[in-house]
């Protein structure tokens, strides 16, 4: 199914090499996507951003990474997948310096917007040249397991780095520190990454199709973000939210009746791949209900400093790696169902237990071990999860597959953070008013804040059992037998 491209490479390249290199690269991608949070108040102050127009910085780079994500994914395979990873970390990097030199907030804007369009064409790319690197068995669930440890341990890390950085030199510095990294990346994928794509190249590509569904998640993306700042109801989220449908319609309808589609309506009967990508959009939403809600309560109740927040979510990076870890040695003795079944219930049961910071609360008695079972249920759920998402799939539609699963990710982290924000807002009003009189207190106004932040916790450990009953009723065993044989094939052999 592949069309070999002759390499420059006089000798074989370890797939091992290649995994480092695509992981590195998204690293830089997932490392972006937090490391800015803590430069925010600098970059208000330097470039004179409102505090409204400053959730821009933001909002650019979500609306184009997840907008194009799908593209990017499809273009990969018909284009080449080393082809469209170089160009996507060249204009990832290229945006980084651009942000770094920004002298306006239009000027930083339009960068960040244009650095999420290179993340779009990195990430689906990098992940199907590990899919098609790595065959399916125990070897393709070692690589995701470090692609796993890579993607969960990358946001608690960029808080971290972005601290040092904004304390150490300026906010351009979280945008310049990608620039060698990404110049080193895209020279070892041209001599070391070999060249795969579709059998059939780019012959009739689907114009028509590419823009309407591009145009159509641009436009569900920002709906989602403007129900985030405006409220559910609101015109402007009404509106492009049926912009979005009929885009997405029109989409639908084209796919049926072109001779080769951008997207095969068909992979979505893969029931492996539609229970990935639908478990992932309610983690990732929930999930971010720990991540946004604790940076806040951190910084604005306990009165961290940006680098101790950033150092604070430390152990949520070990978690990560160790549930990564453990996953590939469930997978292999208990199958891909347990795994993901154990990973949402650790991290369910860690959101229940945020509901129990306080004000006046110890960072190691209440946050710590709600963060360590958050973060090692999301390592158990990574692995099995990106597993069931490309297994199974031919190989001229793994960067689509990819492009779905990252896209699944990014909409369910705009998702869940503008609903569970909007949730957590409204409740904290509600309270303060039923308070009456008149301005309330400083301990009435933390006590509010974060019985919203509670409601949130909650709800997003609904999502987290509506995941796993997803798991439960629609995966069955012959769904999964391809990857839990192998694995436990190897497992007998050593």
Request: proline letters at 4%.
């Amino acid at each position: 199914m592949f069309e070999p491209v002759p390499q420059r490479a006089p000798r074989a390249v370890s797939p091992w090499t290649i995994l480092v290199l695509v992981c590195l690269a998204q690293f830089m991608v997932v490392l972006d996507a937090t490391i800015v949070n803590v430069a925010l108040p600098s970059i208000q102050r330097d470039l004179g951003f409102t505090p409204t127009n400053l959730a821009w910085v933001l909002n650019a780079y979500t609306l184009l990474f997840g907008g194009f994500l799908l593209l990017g994914g499809r273009a990969a395979d018909l284009f080449g997948r080393k082809r469209l990873f170089i160009a996507g970390v060249s204009l990832f990097t290229l945006a980084s310096l651009l942000n770094g030199l920004a002298q306006t907030p239009g000027q930083l804007v339009a960068f960040r917007a244009l650095q999420g369009l290179g993340g779009a064409l990195v990430s689906p790319a990098a992940l199907a040249i590990i899919t098609t690197t790595f065959a399916e068995g125990p070897e393709r669930t070692k690589a995701l397991g470090v692609w796993a440890a890579i993607a969960g341990g990358g946001s608690a890390v960029g808080l971290i780095l972005g601290g040092v950085l904004v304390d150490a030199f300026s906010w351009p510095w979280v945008f310049i520190v990608n620039v060698p990294v990404g110049i080193a990346a895209a020279v070892a994928a041209f001599r070391l990454i070999p060249e795969s794509k579709a059998e059939h190249g780019v012959d009739g590509f689907d114009l028509a199709g590419a823009a309407t569904v591009t145009g159509g998640i641009v436009a569900l993306v920002y709906a989602v973000v403007k129900a985030g700042e405006d409220g559910w109801g609101s015109t402007a989220t009404l509106g492009f939210g049926a912009v979005a449908a009929v885009l997405i319609a029109a989409f639908v309808a084209i796919e049926r009746r072109h001779v080769q589609p951008l997207v095969r309506l068909g992979i979505f009967r893969v029931r492996s791949l539609f229970v990935a990508n639908a478990a992932m959009l309610l983690t990732i939403s929930g999930m971010f209900a720990m991540f946004f809600f604790a940076t806040i309560y951190l910084q604005e109740v306990q009165g961290y400093s940006p680098l101790k927040t950033g150092f604070a979510f430390l152990p949520f990076t070990v978690g990560i790696i160790g549930g990564s870890v453990a996953s590939q040695t469930i997978i292999a003795r208990l199958g891909v169902r347990t795994s993901i079944v154990a990973g949402l219930s650790f991290a369910a049961v860690g959101l229940l237990l945020m509901t129990r910071i306080t004000p006046g609360g110890s960072f190691a008695g209440e946050l710590l071990p709600a963060m360590i079972l958050i973060a090692a249920g999301m390592g158990l759920v990574f692995v099995p999860l990106t597993l069931l998402a490309t297994a199974g799939i031919d190989g001229a539609d793994q960067g689509l597959a990819s492009g779905l699963f990252n896209t699944s990710q990014q909409f369910g982290g705009a998702l869940g953070l503008a609903f569970l924000s909007t949730i957590a807002a409204s409740h904290t009003s509600g309270q303060l008013n039923n308070l009456g009189g008149g301005a309330p207190t400083r301990a009435e106004q933390l006590d509010a804040l974060l019985s919203g932040y509670h409601l949130a916790f909650v709800i997003g450990a609904a999502f987290m059992a509506v995941a796993i009953g997803l798991v439960l009723t629609l995966l069955r065993r012959e769904h999964v037998e391809t990857i839990d044989v192998e694995d436990q094939q190897v497992l007998v052999a050593a």
